[in-house]
Each structure stands twice: as C-alpha cells, then as structure tokens.
C-alpha cells in the first residue's frame, strides 16, 4: 500500500527532467528484457527446431544412401546340338546379353557370325547354379536347330553351354523407383565442374551457404525488378530436392539453409556432391519422376552417362534449373538457348575452348523422340518381378545390397511378342479397328510355369498401366472350356458326343429381369454332340450344361486352378460375365495345358548374394489335379476349336498345321478379344481391347488370335501331344449316330473317351463289318489317332 | 568340485527334473519323419524295378545336354547335395521338359528330401508321359508306394505296390 501511494505520489509529483532521467534505465532494461526474451525464444524453439532439422536432413541424406542396386537378370539361353533356334533369335539373344559383333572373336564378350556360323567368346559368369570360366565355341545352324557345339581351345567339345543372361534391371526391390546410380568417380569430369561453374561456383569454398552469392543474386534480383538469379548453393538446392515443394516461402527458405548448413556439417563435399549428382531433378515420365544425372542420360539420350558428349551435359546441366521449363521434347528452342548458354559458362570458366564450344553449338540437341522407360526394357516383366520378390520375400532379406536376381524372361521371345502386339494392332488399325487399340500377351513354359515374355502396352518399354497382370476384363466365351470340363468329369451324363441342346431360353434373373443369351449368329442349332457345342462355341447349349453342373462348381474349379477372384454365382458368369487378367487367365489355362499338373506362374529362379551365393531359389513344384483323364478330353475338344471351330483361321495364319489347342472370346458389345492358345510347350494369352472399355468392334478371332499367331509364327513349336491318360482311349465312333463305328465306314472319327463311357450301340456299318472281319476286332476298337 | 556341487543342485531341485523330462519327451515326439535315405531308394525303387523289367527297356534317347546335366545331378546326389541336384535337373526339365526319366529322377531325389507330395506329382508325371511300361514304369510306381507310404496312405502304397508289378506286361499299350 505504502509502495503504491508512494508510485502515485512520485507520478504526479515528477518533473519532466525527472521522468526523463528515469525513462532511460527503465527503456533500457526493457529493451534488455525484451532481447534476452527473444535470445530465450530462440534457444528454446531454436534449437529444438535445429536438431529437428538435422535429423530430417540426416535421414533424407542417408536414407537414400546409395546402396548398390540387386540386379536382375534374363533367363540364361542353353545351346546344345539340337536346340531350336533361328538366326534372328539368337543374334537377339546375342545382344540382350551385351555381346558385340566382331571379324574375330578373341574377347570374352564377342562373337563373330558367317552365314549359319557362329563363333562365340562367352563370358566367365557366376550362375544361379556356380561359376563359369570364359569360354569359345564355334556351332552351325540347320534348318532352324543348332549343329554340333565346337571348342575352339581344343578342349573337349562342350555338350552343352550357356551364354551368360542379359542384365535386364536394376532395382531395388524394395522401392518403386528405378535408379541408376553414378558413383562420383565415374561421373565425366565436365559434368562435375559444370556443375558447380554454373550453379555453384563457391561450392568448395562454403559451408552450405554462401552468403557472397546471396548477396550478389539480391542485388541483382533488385536491379531487374524481378527473380532473375538464385542465391543457392548446391547443397541448399540438394536439400531443396529432397523436400521438393513449390513453395518459395521465407520460412521455407530459411529452413533449406538452416539444414544445408547441417549437411555440410556432417558430410563432406565429396559426399555431398555424389547425393546431388543422383539426386537432382531432371524430368518427368508419366508419374515417374526422372532423378540424378544417371537416369537423365538414358532418358534423355538413351546413352550411359559415361557416353555423353559435351553439349549433352550442358542440356542436362541447364535442365537443373527447371526441369519442365527447358524440357528439350516440350520446348527445344527454349532448351538449346539454354543449353548454348551453359555452353558460355563452361568456356568462361575455363572447362572447354572456344573452339570446343563452337562445335558443340554447331550440334543438334540429340535427344531421342521417345523416351527410355525407368533403367528396364521391360518394365511390365520386372513389374511382376518385383511383385513376385515382395510376395515371397521378407523386407530385410530383399535390403541387403547388390543381389543378384535370375528371372525366366527369353528376351528373344519378349522382342517377338512386343513386335507381335506393336505391329499387330497398327495392322488391325489398317483394317479399320480402333488406331487407339491395346493389348497385352502372356507367354509361359507349359511345363514349368515360367513366364517367358510379358507384353502390356502397344508401346515398347512404355511404364505404365501393366495390363497383362493388372487389366481386369471380361473374359466371355475363354469361361467355356471350363464348364465344358465340368460336365466331362461327370462321366456318367457326359461325354464329347453326348447330345446337348442349342435351343432358346430365357432366366429370370435375381433383379427380376430376363435373361435370354443368344448366339453369335442369333441363331439356334438344336440338338448336336457336346464337343461341337463347344467347337463353335454355342451360348445357348453351354448355358444348358452350364445350369446341369451348376454354376457354384465352376466357380469352385476356378478356384481350383489357381484364381482366387470373386465370381458372381449368377447363370451369365457360364457365359465368362467374370473380369479376370490375362496372366489370371494364363495360369488356368497352363493347368489345362500341362494335362492336369498345375504350376504357379513364376517370373524368379533364384536370388544370389552379391559373393554369387545361393539366397534362395524357387525350385520346380507342381499339383496334379484330379480328372485328368477329363481334362485330356477337353484337350482335345480345343484342338478341334481350331481345326473345325472359332479359330479355324489360325492355321492360315501360322502358315502350318501344327496341332494347338486353342479358345477365342469375345465379350459384350465386342468390347474385349482374347485368345487362348497352347502347343506341346507353350501356353500364351492374348487379350486386346480399349483401356475406357467402350466397344472396339472386336472379336476373338479378328484381333487377338491374330496377334497370338504373329508371336507364334517367330516361335519353335511342337504340336500337342494326344496322347490319353491311362483311363481314357480313342475310340472309333460316329458322333451323329451316338454309335461305335468302324474306321472304314463313313462318318468314322477318333474321339477319345472316359474308360466306361464309351457309347454301346453299334452303326450298321459296323455291324456288316463285325461280320467280316474278326480277327482285328481288338485293333479296331482300340485303334490310336497318330 | 563341480559335480558335487551340481548333483546337490539337482537334488535340491526337484523341479527341474519335472520340467526336464517332459521337454525330452516333447522333442523326441516332435521328430520330423525319417527321410528316406539313398539305400531305401535303391532296395525299395530302383532294384526291383531293375530286377523286374529284365528285358523290357523302353528308354528315350537323352540329347547330349541333357546326359551331362543328369550326370552332374547323379554325382550331386551320391555326394548328399540334393538341392544341387535338384537344380541340375530342373536344368534338364527345361531342355525336355517331358522326358519320363528326368521327371521319374527327380521323383527319387524328392523321396530324398522327403517332399513325399512332390515325389507323388514328378513320378505320377513319369507315368503319364512316359512309355507305361517296362523299368521307369516299375520305379515310378514303387516311387508312387514309398510317398504314399509315408502319407500315411497304407491302402493307396499298396495299390501302387501291385500296379508296378504289371508293368511287366511286356506289350505296351498301344493307345
């Protein structure tokens, strides 16, 4: 109380000399307050946010650490005397695997060619299964197989040799992105001190920041009235990169400082520099973004880094200051001007001559048209690698660096079905289909269900929607084998002959509509024999079946070969209204293919330590199903599809009578075309379409079996072997009659059936026949198809 | 000194007796089942198949890759590196992939390894593919029997046991 009156009192009683006496060392220790305030304020928010800060940056810096990248490799070609091989495939082969073309072949890594001759320098190589030194051989082609295998050392004569697989990837597999990884050392000096004579000319000399060159780009920034310069140094914009954001805020700025103070703290420049050299952004591709001089190079230029030649550095060089801005495609003028004028900076600075940069002006901008997908010709292929690997692998074995990872792609196959789809639907364009068609192509070894090419655009080397295992289509008449399969295994109703009826019916559905399926021909056939049903794939007679074996049990052998999809339990799922993918669809059929013996499509052989020790390997397991005596049946069914049925235009278009097996599907309003195909080895899905699922004007047989035929034709194939299991046998009968029959009479044919399902009754003609000839009864009745 | 110390130990701890000897128990039932080694496949599959078909050898001619891979593979079992093995065959599948003996060797090399399962599908396969009759008709189905045997399917081994005696039907099936 006394204080107070004595405050009032001094307030009213004070003079002005009085206050202003006082005023000072209270003004004064206010301000003083007011400072150690803020220095508080900043040390305790300071450096809180600092450490924050650090740890971002630190975690940015070495999460991206450059671990070696596991590489992926092709499927190893075998030759040996008697392999299948053509000339165009094996100079394919040839080049996947980096070989060159040379007069002689005395490199490991060449190979010479004279006519059908080869003379081949093989590479030492580390297999899935061991070492393997260098090695030279010589071997002739005949007619489409390899001749004997010559040494050329004079050793022994190798039985068998394998060339080394074709690096088709690096990755890692546990990230989206592709890189490729430049070490410091390896990066061409011009690019190096190009960098910084163009962006950062103290970047020896500062500690993150340099304030000279903040300085000087303010001053000028000012005197053009506008952003004309950047004050940053390399490791603020490498921070910048990490971070990428738009926005150009205060904050923001002093936050990209603050952290490239810290960078320069821990790292060095060394260090620094080689994170932005693989860092920096430098373009875009679809969603992809295109980081680091490295994957620049090859999308740009489709060259390595180490090939480039001085005006190609000094593009990508300009491009770091706005990638989409001086993108050469988008805007060429814009990116020579600026690429002319780094072109400057490095005469300037003393890194090329004047002549050197004359000529380099004088060149073009040598950029290709289309750019070179993410490190892979194949990135559907290593897409279903990747999935494959993550499926089937823990993360942490999968983070250890530099495996090396074998895969079943033939890059010789892979070329000739990217050619089949490519050429394929620019031909069905010429026919007056959709020019904006695409298509996808799934090709498989029958036997050991390894995926040997993956096409998913019209595109080569396009990354993108991955059709071939991500398009999820209607699959239409492709459904019918399997109901017809259904109705064989009922052995005691079915068989191939068994009358069906193709007649009129109409559903009422579960929404209370009608459902009255037609035919392709809107019309009706009556009553004929199962197989024909099938052969020319009739609606109306599978629906009928279709509804005797019941909807639930086709689902069910869905499932039992290997699909695990939701299917709708509605009659026109019979008629394929079920949205599978082609490798969906691949896999079903490899059961049917193999006769009974189911294998999981696979992309991965096996996964190698960087030492070239075994990780792991996917070895060779299959599961018999049951009925395989009805799916030898429906085998043969398919084979007559194509001699008789949809697909009786595919031997026209092999050029041979091979026998295959086949199925074509067409679906609603023409909408998707599939084909299903398969030799004694191979099994293949084509499907093609219109990604927006609007009508293409597409059937089965006009698009997709034809694109099937054009990877065929370019392929080794043997026919499907006949052959029944035991339980089943050929039998000659007359379809119409229902009735055995002989060889000799008319309307004979070989159809195979279920031991015990065979028809009982005899044609007339067999019976006169019966009569006369006694003794070969046995080899009549049991007679093989050859 | 020691000793002294830990029988005392035991002797104060009757416990761990208790919780001992049921573990020693739990790990001895838990044991996988016995593999069927080399020898078993020699006396069970491969001499009575031989003994059998006296005669009767329905063979396919091997392509000279495929002799060198299932040669190094024959190696690579006899020495008990039956993953190495494996992989040089399924090297073979892929040059042939549907040569009866390969497929009816792997058979034998997954009895090995005590994959009963897949031995079932690679001799199954044999069977299907191959000629039906004479040795590798015996073998894959005496391979049929010890799988099945070892599934636990004594009616199915037996079947099997018998149908590889018919094997010997000298004349094939012409179908």
Redesign the interface.
């Known amino acids: 109380m006394a204080r107070k009156a004595v405050k009032s009192k001094s307030k009213s009683r004070k003079s002005r000399s009085k206050r202003t006496s006082r005023q000072k060392p209270g003004l004064f220790r206010r301000l003083f307050r007011l400072l150690m305030l803020l220095a508080g304020l900043a040390i305790g928010i300071g450096v809180p946010w600092t450490v924050w800060l650090d740890i971002q940056v630190r975690g940015e810096f070495e999460g991206r650490i450059w671990d070696v990248p596991s590489r992926v490799y092709a499927r190893p070609l075998s030759l040996y005397s008697g392999k299948p091989v053509s000339k165009s495939s094996l100079l394919l082969e040839l080049k996947a695997s980096g070989y060159r073309q040379v007069t002689n072949a005395s490199v490991p890594g060449t190979y010479s060619v004279n006519g059908s001759q080869f003379d081949i320098n093989r590479r030492a190589f580390i297999f899935e299964d061991g070492s393997k030194p260098a090695t030279r051989f010589r071997l002739q082609l005949r007619s489409g197989s390899v001749g004997d295998l010559v040494a050329v050392s004079g050793s022994e004569d190798p039985g068998l040799v394998r060339l080394d697989p074709a690096e088709i990837a690096s990755i890692y597999p546990l990230h989206d992105e592709d890189r490729t990884l430049v070490a410091l050392k390896d990066a061409p000096e011009l690019l190096v001190t190009g960098l910084q004579a163009v962006e950062d000319r103290q970047f020896k000399h500062h500690h993150g920041v340099a304030f000279r060159s903040i300085a000087r780009a303010f001053v000028a920034n000012i005197r053009a009235g506008k952003a004309v310069q950047g004050g940053s140094t390399l490791t603020q914009q490498l921070v910048k990169n990490y971070f990428l954001n738009s926005e150009r805020t205060l904050v923001r700025k002093a936050n990209e400082a603050i952290m490239a103070v810290l960078l320069e703290l821990h790292y060095d420049k060394a260090q620094i520099l080689e994170a932005y050299v693989n860092e920096v952004y430098l373009g875009q591709q679809g969603k992809h973004a295109i980081h680091g001089f490295g994957r620049a190079s090859e999308f740009y230029f489709d060259r390595s880094l180490q090939d480039l030649e001085p005006q190609h550095i000094a593009l990508l060089v300009g491009l770091v200051r706005g990638a989409s801005l001086y993108n050469p495609r988008r805007n060429p003028e814009r990116a020579l001007k600026r690429r002319n004028q780094v072109l400057d900076i490095f005469e300037v600075t003393g890194l090329l001559t004047e002549n050197e940069v004359k000529k380099a002006k004088g060149r073009p901008l040598g950029v290709t048209s289309k750019p070179r997908s993410g490190g892979s010709r194949y990135p559907a292929f290593v897409d279903l690698v990747r999935r494959q690997l993550k499926r089937d692998y823990q993360s942490s074995d999968l983070s250890s660096e530099g495996l090396k990872i074998f895969t079943t792609l033939a890059p010789s196959e892979q070329e000739y079905a990217q050619q089949a789809v490519s050429k394929g639907l620019d031909d069905l364009k010429q026919r007056g289909l959709p020019a904006d068609l695409q298509s996808a192509i799934v090709l498989a070894d029958v036997a050991s269900g390894e995926v040997r090419a993956l096409v998913s655009d019209r595109v080569a080397g396009r990354t993108g929607f991955n059709r071939a295992l991500d398009a999820r289509r209607q699959i239409g008449s492709v459904i019918k084998p399997l109901v017809y399969l259904l109705a064989l295994e009922h052995v005691d109703d079915y068989n191939l002959i068994t009358p069906v009826k193709d007649e009129p019916l109409s559903l009422r559905q579960p929404d209370g509509k009608l459902w009255s399926p037609e035919n392709y021909d809107h019309k009706s056939h009556g009553e004929l024999p199962l197989m024909d049903a099938l052969v020319h794939s009739y609606n109306q007679a599978t629906v009928q079946v279709g509804l005797s074996v019941g909807v639930a049990n086709l689902i069910r052998k869905i499932k039992q070969l290997g699909i695990a999809v939701e299917v709708p339990a509605v009659p026109s799922t019979l008629l394929g209204a079920v949205e599978l993918t082609p490798i969906e669809v691949a896999q079903m059929f490899q059961s049917l293919a193999a006769g009974g013996y189911s294998v999981p499509l696979r992309s991965v052989t096996a996964v190698l330590t960087p030492q070239g020790e075994l990780l792991s390997r996917y070895p060779l397991r299959f599961m018999p199903l049951e009925n395989r005596e009805a799916i030898a049946l429906l085998n043969f069914a398919l084979t007559r599809v194509v001699e008789e049925g949809t697909a009786q235009a595919l031997h026209g278009l092999l050029g041979n009578n091979t026998v295959i097996a086949g199925k074509t599907g067409t679906t609603n309003e023409r909408r998707d075309s599939w084909f299903v195909g398969y030799t004694r080895d191979r099994v293949a899905v084509s499907w093609v379409g219109l990604d927006d699922n609007r009508p293409a004007s597409v059937t089965g047989a006009n698009a997709a079996m034809r694109i099937w035929a054009r990877l065929f034709r370019s392929l080794p194939i043997e026919g499907l072997d006949l052959r029944m299991p035991d339980g089943a046998n050929f039998v000659w009968v007359d379809k119409q009659q229902q009735a055995l029959t002989d060889p000799s009479c008319p309307g004979a044919e070989q159809i195979p059936f279920i031991e015990g399902s065979e028809p009982q009754k005899k044609t007339q003609c067999l019976k006169n026949q019966k009569g006369k000839n006694k003794e070969s009864l046995w080899r009549k009745w049991f007679g093989r198809k050859d | 000194m020691e000793k002294v110390v830990w029988t005392k130990r035991l002797g104060a701890c009757p416990r761990l007796l208790v919780v001992l000897i049921p573990l020693l128990l739990a790990a001895c039932a838990g044991q996988p089942p016995a593999k069927v080694d080399d020898d078993e496949i020699d006396t069970r599959v491969r001499a009575p198949a031989s003994e059998d078909s006296a005669g009767v050898q329905v063979y396919s001619l091997q392509?000279?890759?495929v002799?060198?891979?299932t040669a190094q593979a024959v190696v690579a079992e006899r020495a008990g590196e039956l993953?190495?093995a494996?992989?040089?065959l399924?090297?073979a599948?892929?040059?042939e992939?549907?040569d009866p003996q390969l497929l009816q060797q792997?058979a034998e090399i997954k009895l090995q390894t005590a994959d009963y399962q897949?031995a079932?599908?690679f001799a199954?396969?044999s069977?299907?593919?191959g000629p039906?009759v004479g040795e590798i008709c015996s073998r894959n189905w005496r391979t049929i029997s010890v799988a099945k045997e070892h599934l636990d399917d004594a009616s199915g081994a037996n079947d099997a046991e018998k149908r590889a005696t018919r094997c010997m039907n000298t004349r094939p099936k012409?179908?």
Do not use: F, H, V
């Open positions: 392509n000279p890759a002799k060198e891979l993953d190495k494996s992989g040089y399924e090297r599948l892929r040059i992939p549907r792997m897949q079932l599908s199954e396969r069977y299907d593919i039906r012409r179908y």
